[in-house]
């Protein structure tokens, strides 16, 4: 088998008027003694191991060429660096690639391989290598975070899991707080934590947040720092709740007895 592709990338070379090289040669058989995917790092730390005098440079030279010959492609890109596979007898797959961790998992489907060739006789087109990826976070990294909202670190934003039934959460409601919610923590002030809903920013007590399940998504920049001593006002803490009636979202419409609008008031102030 071996012998077979060097002796196709030796055809390959002299169609396109190259100079075929014993170099270019170690670098093939190097990439075809790897499992699963690689990098040029990984690649030439391989060569290295075997004692191969071959320079980055020369890796990253030989690389396009044994992509145009159908040899290997790119399946993926992570860390400013592309990520390689090789394509030689390997059926039409999918990756998940996991944009936490970086964990890539390969999906054969036979009815994906299927489905490809069809359309492929279709359209009347020779395919020569494929490339499908699938973006998202791996059941692990959903696993490790998800936390409760107290434990949220300043500039993440998070999906609200779930929230209480008492009184103080219906009052999060009547604010704009949901179930599946996003919000971003702006600032953590000891017992008090700064969040934003959307336009709106709400003062939450660490108590309370400690009663909110939420998934960690993504992280972002904030601003610089607001006075704590303001966003620790107690009447942002104590502002009574106008809902009469417990279980109903707050209509309220006059901006004084509304508690959404008090809080937006006071963090104007800001």
Avoid: W
């Amino acid at each position: 088998m071996l012998e077979e592709i060097l002796k196709s990338f030796r055809d390959f070379i002299r169609k396109k008027g190259l100079k075929y090289t014993s170099e270019r040669e170690e670098i093939l058989e190097g990439i075809l003694s790897l499992d699963g995917h690689f990098d040029v790092e990984e690649l030439y730390q391989r060569l290295k191991q075997k004692n191969k005098k071959i320079s980055k440079p020369s890796i990253y030279r030989s690389i396009p060429l044994f992509i145009e010959a159908g040899y290997i492609q790119e399946v993926y890109r992570q860390d400013g660096h592309s990520h390689y596979e090789v394509t030689i007898n390997k059926a039409p797959h999918l990756h998940f690639l996991c944009l936490r961790c970086g964990k890539v998992e390969e999906i054969v489907d036979p009815e994906l391989e299927s489905f490809i060739r069809t359309k492929e006789d279709e359209k009347g087109f020779k395919l020569l290598t494929h490339h499908l990826e699938s973006f998202g976070i791996c059941e692990t990294c959903q696993k490790a975070e998800t936390t409760t909202l107290d434990m949220v670190e300043k500039g993440k934003v998070v999906e609200v899991l779930d929230l209480p039934t008492d009184v103080m959460c219906k009052k999060l409601i009547a604010m704009g707080l949901r179930k599946g919610e996003l919000l971003k923590v702006l600032q953590v002030c000891g017992r008090t934590m700064l969040v934003e809903i959307g336009n709106s920013r709400i003062v939450i007590n660490k108590e309370l947040a400690s009663r909110i399940p939420v998934k960690i998504v993504r992280t972002e920049k904030v601003a610089e720092d607001l006075p704590c001593e303001l966003i620790n006002e107690e009447s942002a803490l104590q502002e009574p709740c106008p809902i009469k009636d417990k279980d109903a979202v707050c209509q309220i419409k006059d901006e004084k007895g509304c508690p959404r609008n008090f809080l937006i008031k006071l963090l104007s102030k800001l």
